[in-house]
């Protein structure tokens, strides 16, 4: 490899992306090269089944940036960007999905306000989804805001993946020992000095979405599960409420045990199913709490950072906990 080493990393995780590649490549390399840094993109093939390798393969011929990561088979976008993050050299580090939804040209501006801010994330912050389908809207915003709810509200709201990190908090997310991570949200949970750049999310330039609906799912309960042990929870709370149903229907059935308005057997029935279930639900929820602790555990993620203005740390995780 001749190239110097780079300044600014662009990873593009792709997915059967062959018709929109010839589009988003002269696009992304003439905003590239306006900056006039030391770059790389690094394309992440996340397992297509179409001609995305060929094509690749033919853009590396005159572009010597480009370098091409091809994952073994389909493992999904979070993954992917995951992979090229990680194998990623600029001091700087952005993602940018392939289908020109997000403006190349905003990656400049990242890397602007940066550097003049000494900001170590930058979020690309779409302020206008009209662009989108209304049910695509609808999900996301529903995603938004059950996530902040969830998860608190250092998320920035409509921040995808498109973003520019520093080394810094590249090597942040090295650290920590989860096999999926959900970037948008285990990035503004490292801390680092953020700010924002708004664009307009363009329409997909070719191809059709990936993101399935079971994809969105999957992401949605990613997301919930990777930073709040609230489901588990829910059966503790259904439970205290089952049993206070149950105490004060103990008390109408009596009553109408009383009154003689009852068919005989019904209310010692009645009342032992429904006790039995809330004890059910309680002893479940009581079980969910001890695993909710073990998953916790199992985490394994630090539970504070040393900031860098610090005096004696040199950012690294800090791991007495
Ligand atoms: N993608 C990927 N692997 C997948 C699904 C999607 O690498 O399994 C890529 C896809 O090629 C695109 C980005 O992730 O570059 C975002 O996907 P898409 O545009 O289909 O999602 P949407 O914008 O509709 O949410
Ligand atoms: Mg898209």
């Given at each position: 490899?001749?190239?110097?080493?780079?300044?600014?990393?662009?990873?593009?995780?792709?997915?059967?992306?062959?018709s929109?590649?010839?589009?988003l490549?002269?696009?992304?390399?003439?905003?590239l090269?306006?900056?006039?840094?030391?770059?790389?993109?690094?394309?992440?093939?996340?397992?297509?089944?179409?001609?995305t390798?060929?094509?690749?393969?033919?853009l590396?011929?005159?572009?010597p940036?480009?370098?091409?990561?091809r994952l073994?088979?389909?493992s999904?976008h979070?993954?992917?960007?995951?992979?090229?993050?990680?194998?990623?050299?600029?001091?700087?580090?952005a993602?940018?999905?392939?289908?020109?939804q997000?403006?190349p040209?905003?990656i400049?501006?990242?890397?602007r306000?940066?550097?003049?801010?000494?900001?170590?994330i930058?979020?690309g912050?779409?302020h206008?989804?009209?662009?989108?389908s209304?049910f695509?809207?609808?999900?996301a915003?529903?995603?938004y805001?059950?996530?902040?709810?969830?998860?608190?509200n250092?998320?920035?709201d409509q921040?995808?993946?498109?973003?520019?990190l520093?080394?810094?908090?590249?090597?942040?997310?090295?650290?920590?020992?989860?096999?999926?991570p959900?970037l948008?949200?285990v990035v503004?949970w490292?801390?680092?000095?953020?700010?924002?750049?708004?664009?307009?999310?363009?329409?997909?330039?070719a191809?059709?979405?990936?993101?399935?609906l079971?994809?969105?799912?999957?992401?949605?309960?990613?997301s919930?599960?990777?930073?709040?042990?609230?489901?588990l929870?829910?059966?503790?709370?259904l439970?205290?409420?089952?049993?206070?149903?149950?105490a004060?229907?103990?008390?109408?059935?009596f009553?109408?045990?009383?009154?003689?308005?009852?068919?005989?057997?019904?209310?010692?029935?009645?009342?032992a199913?429904?006790?039995?279930?809330?004890?059910?639900?309680?002893?479940?929820?009581?079980?969910?709490?001890?695993v909710?602790?073990?998953?916790?555990a199992?985490?394994?993620?630090?539970?504070y950072?040393?900031?860098?203005?610090?005096?004696?740390?040199?950012?690294?995780?800090?791991?007495?906990?």
């Amino acid at each position: 490899m001749t190239q110097p080493e780079p300044t600014l990393s662009v990873v593009v995780p792709m997915f059967n992306e062959e018709s929109v590649l010839p589009l988003l490549a002269p696009r992304l390399r003439a905003a590239l090269d306006e900056l006039g840094e030391a770059y790389e993109v690094v394309a992440v093939d996340d397992g297509s089944t179409d001609a995305t390798p060929a094509v690749l393969a033919g853009l590396r011929r005159g572009w010597p940036q480009l370098r091409v990561i091809r994952l073994r088979r389909n493992s999904g976008h979070q993954a992917a960007l995951t992979a090229g993050l990680f194998r990623a050299r600029g001091d700087y580090v952005a993602s940018i999905d392939a289908d020109l939804q997000d403006p190349p040209e905003a990656i400049g501006e990242m890397l602007r306000l940066a550097r003049s801010r000494g900001l170590d994330i930058v979020y690309g912050v779409r302020h206008d989804r009209s662009t989108d389908s209304p049910f695509k809207r609808w999900t996301a915003g529903l995603y938004y805001r059950l996530v902040r709810r969830l998860v608190g509200n250092s998320i920035p709201d409509q921040a995808g993946d498109f973003r520019l990190l520093s080394r810094a908090t590249v090597a942040a997310l090295r650290e920590l020992p989860e096999q999926r991570p959900v970037l948008r949200l285990v990035v503004p949970w490292l801390g680092f000095p953020s700010g924002e750049v708004s664009y307009v999310r363009e329409e997909r330039a070719a191809g059709r979405t990936k993101y399935t609906l079971s994809r969105m799912f999957r992401l949605a309960t990613d997301s919930i599960t990777s930073f709040s042990a609230a489901p588990l929870r829910m059966a503790t709370w259904l439970g205290a409420g089952g049993v206070v149903l149950c105490a004060v229907l103990l008390v109408v059935v009596f009553v109408a045990y009383l009154l003689d308005y009852t068919v005989a057997g019904w209310p010692s029935l009645y009342v032992a199913i429904l006790f039995l279930g809330a004890v059910q639900l309680l002893c479940l929820g009581l079980l969910g709490e001890y695993v909710a602790r073990i998953y916790v555990a199992v985490q394994g993620r630090p539970s504070y950072f040393i900031g860098s203005d610090t005096l004696e740390s040199d950012r690294t995780v800090n791991a007495d906990h």
